[in-house]
Structures are given as C-alpha cells and as structure tokens.
C-alpha cells in the first residue's frame, strides 16, 4: 500500500484545487452516498448551516462549489452538514520545552485507512490568512497552522452519537481561517454544533493551549492534558478503544510527554509502537506523524525514516511516495 | 408606473415587468402561455413536459427525493435544488413566486431565498379552503349553499336526527372539510351507507351534511382585488368519463362555449362570485380564486359548492378564453392585485363586458389519466405539440407547439405530455393534457365521438413495458396526489 503526499501551493481555489476536487469526487461521493442521497439533507440546508454558522465561510463555499461543477450533489458534499459518519484512530499532544530552548510543539499522529487519505498538504490564502493544512474531505483539514501561530489538529473521541452539525474537517478549516489564538478558537468551538465526537488540540505562539471535547450531544468542553487518543474521559466505545489502544497510546504518550526534554524526544514516542500504529490492513495505521511550531510558523510530516519540513509562509511544492505494510502483523 | 386604471395601463405595466416572477409547479399547464402576457415570467418545472424546447421553462436535473406526497412537497423539492437556487439567484431582481400549491415551508424556504409569494397565505388559504368555512363565508356574503347543516357527527342516528331537524330529506351527501371533493363526499341513504364511511365521518370536529339534489356541475375563476371582483367565464366540467380516468366522480377536464348555460344561470352565478370575492376581502383573501356551483337540474337553482382559493385546473380555459385576448387574462389581475402598484379600475364595465356571449369562444380541455390497473414503464410517448386529425378519425402529430392558441381548428388539438418515457404508468397517472377548439361532450354531456377518437388516437401513441422487478417503494400508490 502506497500513500502520495503532496505540497501544493495556491493561494486562491483555482485550477490546482479543481483538479483535486475532479481526482477525488468518484470515491468522495460513493461515500457520501454510502446511506443513500436521501439520508442526505439538502442543498439549501447544507447553505443555511454554513451562512448560520461559519458567515465567513459561505463566499469561499459558492466558489468551491463553481470549480467542482456547481452541480447539487457537489455542493451537498461540500457544506459538510450532517455527512455520512466517520471515525479514526490519531494521538495528539501538547509539548511545552521546560528548559525553554525550544519554542512549543502541537504533534500528532494520524491513523487511518491509507486508501482514505488525501495527502494534500495546501497552502492557501483563502480568506486573507495564510494557512498551511493536512486535506480533507477536499476544502476541510485534519491539523494545520496559520500565519498568526494557531495550530490545530483532531483525534477521534470514541462515540458511536452522531447528530446535527458539521463534519469535522471543515469545523478544523474553519478554526485556522479564522481564529488567530487558542483562546477565539475555543470560542468557536463552543458555538459550533458537529455532527460527532472529536477531540480538537489547540496551541498558539503565546503558549496558550486547550484540548476540547465536542460532541452532538453535549456541550463542548475544554479540558487541559497535554496528550489524547480516541476517547474522552473514558471509554465509551470499548470495541474501538480496544482496536486502536486508545488508552495504551494515551497513557504512554502523556509519559513521553511529560518526561520529553526536547521534542525530538516527543517525536520518537510518536514514532514508536504503541502509538506508531500498523493495523494499515484493518483501516488504522499510522500515516504520518505531523509537528507544528507557532513560534516559529515550522511545520513538518515525519516517518520512521523521512522528515518533510516546510514553512508556512512559504511552502514548497514537491512530492513523496510513503510505502506501507498492508499485511503487517499490528 | 404610477398608477392603473385602465387596461392599456395593465397590459403596459406588465409588458415592460422586470421583477422576475415564477410559476413554481409540477408542470406549467395551469399558467400555460402567461409568459406571453408578462416580461420575465418563468416556470420552474419538475416534469419537463416540452423536451427542453419551451423557453421559459426551466426543469433543473433530477434528484433522488422522498416520495412526494403532494404538490406542495414537489415545490419544496424544487426550492431546494441547487440548480433552482442558482437559478434564481442568478436572475437577480426581487424575484417573485406564484403556485398552484404550497405551504409553510414553502414560504419559510421563499424567504430565505428572498423570494417574495404573491398569494395570501398558507394559513388563510387553508382556513378558506375548508368546507365548513366556504359555507360560512358564502352565507355571510349572501351566497346559498346547497340546503345544508353544518355538525359534528356521532353516529348514524345522530346524522338522521341532524338532517330531520334541517328537513333536508332521506338522501344526504356528507362531506369533510379538506381533500379532493372525489375521495372526501360521501352518499348516505341508509344506515348501511353510513356504516361504509363511519370512519370518516365520526372522526372529524364537523362535517358538511347536505340535502341531495339532481345537479351539475359548474366552475368559475374569479379574481378579488381591491376595486372589486372581477368574474371569470362559467365553465362546464367533464367529471368521471371512464375513458378519461378511472376514479368515478373525479374531475378530468372542462369546456367552455356560449351556450354552456342558461343566460339566467350565468347571471347568477357571476353575482355570486362577485359577492362572494368581496366576502374573500373582507376576510383578508385576495386574489385568483375558483367556485364550484351546483346547478339544480330540476329547478335551475345555482348552488354554491365549493372554493378553491388558488389558481386551479380550470385556469388554463379561464386565461385563454376570448375575453383574456380581449383584454388580458385574469390572471394579470391578480398578479396587479398583488404587485404593489396603485391602481383603479371599473370593474363593473370589464365584468359588464365579459358577459357578452361573444366574449365567449369554444374551447375544450381534457385529462388523460391511465385508466388500466396496472403498472408498466412508458417506453414511448407522444411529444408536446399540435396534433392533426385526419377525416377518419385518427391522429398525428403534425408540428412542436407551446402555445396551445396556435391550433388554426376543430382539426387540431395541442396535447401537453405530463408522462414520458421512463415514467411509471400506473392507474390513475396523468398521461397528458389535450386542449381543443370546439367541444369535447354533447348536449346530453357525454363525450362526443371527435373527443373520444383524440383521446384513443393520442394514447395509441403510448407504449410501455411491463416492470419486471418490482421495487414497492418506487410506484406511487394509485392516486397518490392529483397533480393538477
């Protein structure tokens, strides 16, 4: 099994994000599709949330919605109101240097179906703020920093509640758009409604940090642990804590964590067993581990055997083939 | 425009219309050849019912939905298709919509896309849509309804006690308040009659009991506005023609000619739509609306029936008939009405004149329903167009049409195709329209042999397959909803 990453910078959604859109629409919209077009609910509503919800947004959505075709189905798939369900494993962490040599670290690991992933790393200038983020669901983003420092990144929380509200993704996209500190971030958290449980890290140049707790079904909360897997205060889900180890990831990087004299260090946890998953067969291995420093606006994916750093004001375009095991034993 | 007073200000005014205003519908067959009344008058259409080739019509792609249920649930449908939105959108202007149906969602969807819905609303159409108050307000405007008690119902003894005390005899007819008058009227001389649609009847606050006469049928469009009720052409109806569909008692087309009724008859039903129009004001209605009479056979008494404050099947006659060519349709008026624009008209001299016989032409429109029960998948289906009739009695098409007054005479008839292929066709479906000059029934009113050799000669052009495996939830239950 065979992962592209890929930089791909451009500032405004033009040709490059089309060809994106065209490259992925078929199994995009197989899954959109999976509970029928029905299940679905219409473009209008799709609109509404979003103008509703995130204002901001609704000009940036239409143009999408032009460059994918300006069809229904596209556009009901882009204002990612109450889409299909989806889950996944991912680790994530808070890492402040004691000694103060090193500026602060958002890191994670981000496990899921090789098949699944985009592996568009975009640089954008959607809405006036640079923005550097992991793609998905197209226009949405799993972790990412912007320009002003806030970096931000999602796991799993572990319950099987879904309800109405946003798919994650563009919850994220909206957060590095947006907000420029952790504190506007959790604010928007707080009004947001999702359509199911994650876990949102935050950190941004001042040091300020949060974890946040969303849910359909309660309110978010705001909690302070530098280091979360897939459930929230406990396991809910126990068939899904036990197929990723949530708790075991959890537990050992809040060591790796809290004992890291430098985040180098914090990066080996990541790249260990058991947080470095391989399950890639059965949809959660670990695809890549990616970093993210406000202070210095430095991003980079990692493997066990490759480092891919970019900057977020100014990326570099290139690709890389990752390989992954499908029949590895994890 | 400052103001309107008087035709040449109408015909003007909506001449040189440019607010976008929409026909939102399942088809436009009851708004047929208004946009050639009004700048910028479009249809948004859930059946495309010319092929692409109407250039006002508008049918975006179709979706997968929820069965619809009813017109009303069509309009939502289509009020929230990115491609209507777009649409719309793109059109600009303060656009505006009229339908045939719709509800509160329909006007909670028109005002998120600021849409403006030239009708009254939702609420009050459906106040004056039920029976018990069409009664009402015709007795307050001094328009008689058949001999009648207006009661809840607890059992047949209960009914029998009701109709003695009203004296309105042994035969009684029994309505409920809302629905098709075809599936909601019930014929009650004994107690077995009454044990069949005890349901029905039992379960309803109030119910419209009245005394059975030997009657006809008779239909009329009327317009209210502020300076008064302008009244509309009588029509006769064509109701239950087996050829035609399949539901005994149910509407399938009308006819309109000058000597369709007495001149007595006439007058008094257009004095009662004019009284009854203002009453409609008075209650804050205003606008298209149409009554049903009852014309007692025997005694030539005019009955009201009942209201349908909305734009109806008998529209597509009413706004074609020789007075809309002489002056403009009715249904500008009410598009005046509710445009915001002053105006004062003498609605007495256009009421005057539109009684004049020779305002009157024949014309005649029928519904094709499937009439078979069964169900089969169109394969081919007769086009949209104007259709000839050769001196055998058999039918071709001759030439693409959307306007129905191109037909030169009695020898051609414009059929409007509802279903094509790919369609179910199942019993009680709406095959198509056919619209012709002259009559469709004799004097006896039963069809006459012209309308009954367009009717085979069209659905010959009709092919279907059978369905081979069936899926339920695909076929609409037979009569579903009446699309018209």
């Not at chain 1, 359909?216 to 897997?229: F, I, K, L, Q, T």
């Not at chain 2, 008689?144 to 007819?173: F, T």
Request: aromatic fraction near 12%; charge should be negative.
């Amino acid at each position: 099994m065979r992962c592209t990453f890929e930089a791909i910078r451009e500032d405004t959604p033009g040709a490059r994000w089309q060809a994106l859109f065209q490259l992925r629409w078929p199994a995009y919209q197989q899954w959109f599709l999976r509970d029928g077009y029905r299940a679905r609910p219409s473009y209008l509503a799709g609109r509404r949330a979003l103008r509703q919800h995130m204002p901001e947004l609704a000009g940036l959505y239409q143009q999408l919605c032009e460059l994918a075709g300006g069809g229904d189905l596209e556009a009901r798939f882009l204002s990612q109101w109450c889409p299909p369900s989806y889950i996944s494993g991912c680790s994530q962490a808070v890492w402040l240097d004691p000694y103060g040599v090193e500026g602060p670290l958002l890191a994670r690991n981000y496990d899921y179906a090789p098949a699944l992933l985009e592996g568009s790393w975009l640089s954008t200038r959607w809405l006036g703020r640079q923005v550097l983020a992991m793609s998905d669901c197209l226009w949405g983003a799993l972790d990412g920093i912007n320009e002003d420092g806030l970096a931000a990144s999602l796991s799993f929380g572990g319950r099987t509640a879904v309800g109405e509200g946003f798919g994650i993704p563009l919850v994220m996209r909206y957060l590095l758009e947006t907000a420029s500190n952790t504190n506007a971030a959790v604010a928007i958290l707080q009004r947001l409604p999702v359509h199911m449980t994650y876990n949102i890290t935050l950190l941004d140049r001042h040091c300020q940090w949060a974890t946040v707790f969303v849910a359909p079904d309660r309110p978010a909360e705001v909690v302070y642990r530098p280091a979360v897997a897939n459930h929230q205060h406990s396991v809910e889900w126990q068939a899904h804590a036990r197929a990723t180890l949530s708790e075991e990831r959890e537990w050992m990087l809040n060591q790796g964590v809290r004992k890291a004299e430098t985040a180098d260090s914090v990066l080996r946890t990541l790249l260990r067993p058991p947080l470095f998953q391989t399950a890639y067969g059965r949809g959660y291995g670990t695809l890549y581990t990616a970093t993210y420093r406000p202070h210095t606006l430095m991003a980079e994916l990692l493997w066990p055997d490759m480092r891919w750093p970019q900057y977020c004001l100014d990326v570099q375009e290139g690709v890389l083939n990752i390989r992954f095991d499908a029949n590895h034993a994890g | 425009m400052q103001k309107v007073s008087n035709i040449s200000d109408l015909r003007l005014l909506f001449h040189r219309n440019e607010r976008p205003i929409y026909f939102i519908s399942a088809t436009n067959f009851n708004l047929l050849g208004i946009d050639q009344w009004v700048n910028r008058f479009k249809y948004i259409n859930y059946i495309d019912c010319f092929d692409g080739r109407h250039p006002n019509v508008f049918v975006p792609p179709q979706l997968p939905h929820k069965e619809f249920q009813s017109i009303e649930d069509i309009n939502n449908y289509l009020l929230q298709h990115k491609d209507v939105v777009d649409y719309v959108e793109r059109a600009g202007g303060r656009p505006v919509a009229v339908f045939l149906m719709f509800d509160a969602e329909t006007e909670r969807l028109c005002q998120e896309l600021g849409i403006e819905v030239w009708f009254p609303s939702a609420a009050l159409r459906e106040r004056c849509d039920n029976k018990m108050e069409t009664v009402r307000i015709g007795n307050k405007a001094g328009v008689p309804s058949v001999p009648n008690a207006l009661s809840k119902v607890d059992s047949y003894a209960h009914l029998r006690q009701i109709a003695d005390a009203h004296g309105l005899g042994e035969q009684l007819v029994v309505q409920t308040a809302f629905g098709d008058s075809g599936h909601t009227t019930f014929f009650i001389s004994s107690e077995a009659d009454f044990d069949r649609h005890a349901e029905e009847i039992i379960q309803d606050p109030e119910v419209k009991i009245m005394k059975r006469i030997n009657c006809r049928g008779a239909t009329l469009e009327a317009c209210a506005t502020r300076s008064g009720t302008l009244v509309g052409p009588l029509l006769t109806e064509v109701v239950g023609e087996a050829e035609l569909t399949p539901y005994r008692g149910g509407w399938c087309g009308n006819e309109i000619f000058p000597g369709a009724f007495s001149e007595e008859v006439r007058a008094k039903a257009r004095d009662m739509a004019y009284r009854f129009g203002n009453q409609l004001m008075a209650e804050g209605y205003r606008g298209y609306f149409d009554l049903d009479f009852l014309i007692d056979k025997d005694t030539d008494e005019v009955y009201l029936g009942e209201l349908n404050p909305r734009i109806c099947g008998a529209s597509p006659m009413t706004n074609h008939a020789a007075f809309a060519y002489a002056d403009v349709p009715l249904f500008l008026f009410h598009l005046l009405e509710f445009s915001g624009i002053e105006f004062e008209l003498d609605v007495e001299e256009l009421n005057a004149r539109w009684a004049n016989p020779a305002f009157i032409d024949s014309w005649s429109q029928l519904v094709l329903k499937h009439t078979a029960n069964n169900v089969d998948i169109i394969t081919h289906a007769p086009a949209t167009g104007i259709y000839r009739m050769a001196d055998d009695g058999s039918v071709s098409y001759h030439r693409f049409d959307y306007k129905r007054q191109d037909i030169e005479s009695e020898n051609e008839a414009f059929f409007l195709r509802i279903s094509g292929p790919g369609d179910y066709r199942y019993e009680g479906a709406d095959l198509g329209i056919l619209i012709t000059r002259g009559r469709s029934m004799t004097d006896d009113f039963a069809l006459n042999e012209r309308a009954r050799n367009w009717i085979s000669g069209i659905k010959k052009y009709y092919a279907a397959k059978p369905i081979m495996a069936l899926h339920e939830e695909q076929v609409p239950p037979p009569g579903a909803f009446k699309i018209l």
